[in-house]
């Protein structure tokens, strides 16, 4: 098995899982109304009721037939929803009210009827997409000549446009689709009875719609989707039991935005669903202008593809069949569909056309010409005057160029021959030819041709050609005109699209720039929502859900823009499902906006609401592009933005269960040391206190006392830490002198190492702060203390304090081993786990993260710097206040 045949086979494998769990729809399909689509689904649906099984009628139209109307007895019905309309009372499908009821199995007739303004959706196949992502089962009734991909057959059958159409792509989402036919004779015999329309609609219905001829075709074409789909899945439950290893290549359908583009997009997605391939539609934006008709027909083709479900593509260069065929290969494209072209008869003649350089260079695709004649002729009948007929600007500006030849020539008259004469001309001609179009050149042409003729030509002032030269003078003014003006048109189209792509280029770069300085989400909303309305020209608002999930505006560009109520439910729809809302789709288009999801269903990051000038029509392909590509970018930078946090937060907890193992293991340890030395001596004391000599027994005591003011300490350390950390630590400030201070603590380590030498430097004048004396007081003790247990017993301890630059520098030096540079900084951590510093045997790994804290809630500092040599300097570093009673 080939690694395509393999994954060929998995894609259908995982497609039947997913139709087997999420398809809830059933589609009773007939040929024409009349037939008994929706009596068969109430006759179903009784059966199911039969059975036990909650059915409720959402919607049913009977259009007064009795024998429909009967099978509705005894069924659950839900009120329809009021609709005020043009001053008229309308009912309308409840969707809201069957989302609350949420029966096992929804009855919604009439799947193509479009709804009334002012509900969620324009279309009913819609409000049905939505009862099936809620998990509700739906039957429904369709007749095929309201199938988006046949539109056109229909109109050409019936002469009728259909304007409620259905797309293709949601009938293969249907778990079961239920063909009802009825032959065109028995057919036309219910109509004739009144039991389709009544008499009067009847008998105008026989003469166009029901016609025997409309109707087989009509059947015909029903028989045919159907048989389709039973091929399609067919096909996927072969390919998933390993039956048929079929490569499916995507089909291609290139258009050029004429009238045949929405035939060719229909014929694209038939050819697709008869050979289950993926399929998408083409344009290629050679740079050319196009005109506002031209670029109206191209949009809707595309839109048409997308409700199709095909995927859409502009390319960009000035060679079609070379950008076709390039897009082919990146995508596997098996097949290319296009229309009969336009090429002039000299491109034919030279092998030059798109047919022929599709022939020759990609022999290995199927090329598919589809032919229009009525198109066609349509086309011929009103062929019109080439685009590139040139401004009134551009003709003055050629007559303006003539006439200045003209002065030239009459000048040169007196010094030239005539035949040099007609350079002059010529330039001018290639002069206009550079800077308009072509049309415009040619009528420089003729000018120049004419007076040269009449003006310097012999015979003068007569249009008589008695010489060969002018002739060859008139066919190079001709030729020159021609070629320069279609370069210069090239090229002029050629820097016109490199403009628009430059800009959407530049557009996304200055976005994605501004997405990487910002720091949150909040930034990234904030600058994303700048970006839009700066790239688009609209208003652009970023709207995101708050901690009690209600959807609110966070950005908004310009600020002052505020969304409306349609605004908000467009915002909260499209956030919820993960597709666009409001203006320019289907769904919620009475909203000003058009709301773009920047996640997806499963994870929402929220949503972009761009609101353009109501005066302006749907944005063109690139502007739409360019939004949907900014959109996308918003949202990853929203979702990195997520992970980071996540991870942030991984990241804290981690430290947070860190700290918590060595505050136990700390607490396991350092409480236990000192209350095992505790209960040992008294526990010696109880039982030999009458045989132990009176020196023991004082020692005994002295070391019940030491170990317990050791764990007073302990405990007190940790309190400390606890107000630092929850920020409880109040301050008592006092003016005190910084020499007291130092007194103080080493007083109080005298206590704990009476034989430690410490030595001290300190000023003569004495240096007032304005501190917790007690808190600087501890501060310094636990750096004393850590100094202490690390020097040498014959080494002293140095303290030395001084100013500098309004602070007063406190600095406690050891000659014990030192710390490395690299773990300086992080001996002020708490249960920083090293054999140095505050590490100690007896050390809790506390009294240098609290001293950190204490001077820091002081405005001040503690560093560690390395000794004269040998041994560490811890540096305790506080502001100097200006003293008590001076000036400001």
């Known amino acids: 098995m080939t690694e395509s045949s393999r994954e060929a086979r998995a894609d259908a494998l995982l497609n039947t899982a997913q139709n087997e769990h999420s398809s809830r729809l059933k589609i009773f399909l007939g040929a024409a109304p009349g037939v008994g689509k929706t009596y068969?689904?109430?006759?179903?649906?009784?059966?199911?009721?039969?059975?036990?099984?909650?059915?409720?009628?959402?919607?049913?139209?009977?259009?007064?037939?009795?024998?429909?109307?009967?099978?509705?007895e005894g069924m659950e019905v839900l009120p329809r929803r009021a609709v005020r309309y043009h001053d008229r009372d309308f009912s309308e499908f409840d969707l809201d009210a069957a989302l609350a009821r949420k029966p096992a199995v929804l009855l919604v007739d009439e799947l193509a009827h479009r709804n009334l303004p002012g509900g969620r959706h324009e279309r009913r196949w819609q409000d049905i997409a939505e009862l099936i992502d809620a998990g509700i089962e739906v039957y429904t009734a369709l007749n095929v000549q309201h199938l988006e991909s046949l539109n056109d057959q229909?109109?050409?059958?019936?002469?009728?446009?259909?304007?409620?159409?259905?797309?293709?792509?949601?009938?293969?989402?249907?778990?079961?689709?239920?063909?009802?036919?009825?032959?065109?004779?028995?057919?036309?015999?219910?109509?004739?009875q009144g039991k389709v329309y009544v008499p009067e609609t009847a008998a105008a219905a026989l003469n166009a719609f029901f016609s025997p001829t409309n109707l087989a075709a009509l059947r015909e074409l029903a028989l045919g989707t159907i048989a389709d789909h039973v091929d399609s899945d067919l096909r996927e439950h072969m390919l998933a039991r390993g039956s048929a290893m079929t490569v499916r290549r995507r089909v291609l359908a290139a258009i050029d935005g004429h009238a045949q583009s929405d035939y060719l997009v229909r014929v694209a997605r038939r050819i697709a669903e008869r050979r289950g391939a993926p399929w998408s539609v083409a344009y290629v934006d050679t740079g050319a202008r196009l005109d506002p008709v031209r670029r109206e027909q191209r949009d809707a083709a595309m839109r048409l593809a997308r409700r199709l479900g095909g995927e859409t593509i502009i390319l960009r260069g000035h060679a079609i069949a070379d950008e076709l065929l390039a897009h082919a290969d990146r995508e596997g494209v098996g097949q290319i569909i296009l229309g009969r072209t336009r090429e002039r008869p000299i491109a034919r003649m030279l092998g030059r056309s798109l047919t022929q350089m599709l022939l020759r260079r990609g022999a290995h695709m199927e090329l598919t010409i589809i032919a229009t004649p009525a198109e066609r002729a349509k086309a011929r009948r009103r062929l019109k005057l080439p685009r590139d007929h040139g401004s009134r600007s551009e003709y003055v500006y050629a007559t303006l160029a003539t006439l200045v030849a003209f002065g030239l020539s009459f000048i040169a008259d007196r010094y030239l021959s005539v035949a040099n004469l007609s350079l002059i001309f010529l330039t001018a001609v290639l002069v206009v030819a550079v800077r308009t179009r072509m049309?415009?050149?040619?009528?420089?042409?003729?000018?120049c041709f004419l007076g040269y003729n009449f003006f310097f030509a012999p015979p003068r002032y007569t249009l008589e050609i008695a010489n060969f030269d002018d002739v060859l003078a008139v066919t190079l003014f001709l030729v020159a005109a021609l070629v320069c003006s279609r370069l210069a048109t090239r090229l002029a189209s050629q820097v016109e699209s490199l403009r628009a792509s430059h800009a959407q280029t530049r557009a996304l770069l200055t976005l994605g720039q501004q997405l990487s300085t910002s720091a949150d989400a909040d930034g990234i909303r904030d600058a994303g929502s700048k970006?839009?309305?700066?790239?688009?020209?609209?208003?652009?608002s970023m709207l995101a859900r708050d901690a009690d999930q209600v959807l609110r505006a966070v950005a908004s560009a310009p600020s002052e823009y505020v969304l409306t109520a349609q605004d908000m439910a467009a915002a909260d729809w499209s956030d919820r499902h993960g597709e666009q809302a409001g203006r320019f789709t289907d769904t919620l288009n009475a909203a000003p906006c058009w709301v773009l999801p920047l996640g997806s269903e499963a994870r929402p990051l929220g949503v972009a609401g761009l609101r353009f000038d109501?005066?302006?029509?749907?944005?063109?392909?690139?502007?739409?592009?360019?939004?949907?590509?900014?959109?996308?970018?918003?949202?990853?930078?929203?979702?990195?933005?997520?992970?980071?946090?996540?991870?942030?937060?991984?990241?804290?907890?981690?430290?947070?269960?860190?700290?918590?193992?060595?505050?136990?293991?700390s607490v396991s340890h350092d409480l236990r040391s000192p209350l095992a030395s505790m209960i040992g001596a008294a526990g010696t004391l109880i039982s030999y206190e009458a045989k132990l000599p009176q020196a023991e027994r004082t020692e005994l005591l002295q070391s019940i006392l030491g170990e317990?003011?050791?764990?007073?300490?302990?405990?007190?350390?940790?309190?400390?830490?606890?107000?630092?950390?929850?920020?409880?630590?109040?301050?008592?400030?006092?003016?005190?002198?910084?020499?007291?201070?130092?007194?103080?603590?080493?007083?109080?380590?005298?206590?704990?190492?009476?034989?430690?030498?410490?030595?001290?430097?300190?000023?003569?004048?004495?240096?007032?702060?304005?501190v917790h004396p007690a808190l600087i007081e501890q501060a310094l003790f636990n750096i004393l203390e850590n100094a202490a247990r690390f020097s040498p017993t014959d080494e002293a301890v140095r303290v030395t304090v001084q100013s500098r630059e309004e602070r007063l520098l406190i600095d406690v030096s050891d000659r014990g081993p030192g710390i490395p540079e690299a773990e300086r900084a992080q001996i002020f951590d708490m249960?920083?786990?090293v054999s140095r510093g505050d590490r100690a045997p007896q050390g809790t790994g506390l009294g240098l993260a609290i001293c950190r804290g204490m001077i820091g809630a002081h405005g001040g500092s503690v560093e560690a710097l390395p000794g004269d040599g040998i041994g560490t300097t811890i540096r305790i570093s506080l502001p100097l206040p200006a003293p008590p009673g001076s000036d400001p």
């Open 154 to 192: 229909v109109q050409r059958i019936t002469g009728i446009t259909v304007r409620e159409t259905v797309p293709d792509a949601f009938l293969d989402h249907a778990r079961d689709i239920v063909l009802i036919d009825l032959p065109p004779r028995e057919l036309i015999a219910r109509l004739k």
């Open 40 to 72: 068969a689904m109430l006759s179903a649906a009784r059966e199911l009721k039969r059975q036990g099984i909650d059915v409720v009628v959402g919607l049913v139209e009977t259009h007064g037939r009795a024998e429909t109307a009967a099978l509705l």
């Open 831 to 833: 249960f920083y786990s």
């Open 614 to 665: 109501p005066k302006e029509g749907e944005p063109d392909a690139d502007r739409r592009s360019l939004a949907l590509a900014m959109a996308q970018d918003i949202g990853q930078a929203l979702e990195r933005a997520r992970l980071s946090d996540e991870l942030e937060g991984a990241r804290v907890q981690g430290e947070t269960e860190r700290l918590r193992n060595a505050l136990l293991s």
């Open 708 to 770: 317990g003011q050791r764990l007073d300490r302990y405990i007190q350390n940790l309190l400390d830490m606890t107000r630092l950390g929850h920020g409880t630590l109040k301050l008592s400030r006092d003016w005190t002198d910084s020499s007291e201070i130092i007194a103080a603590a080493i007083t109080r380590l005298r206590k704990l190492f009476p034989d430690l030498r410490v030595e001290t430097v300190v000023p003569h004048e004495p240096i007032l702060l304005y």
């Open 531 to 540: 970006a839009l309305a700066r790239a688009l020209h609209c208003d652009a």
């Open 439 to 447: 049309t415009v050149a040619v009528y420089t042409a003729i000018l």
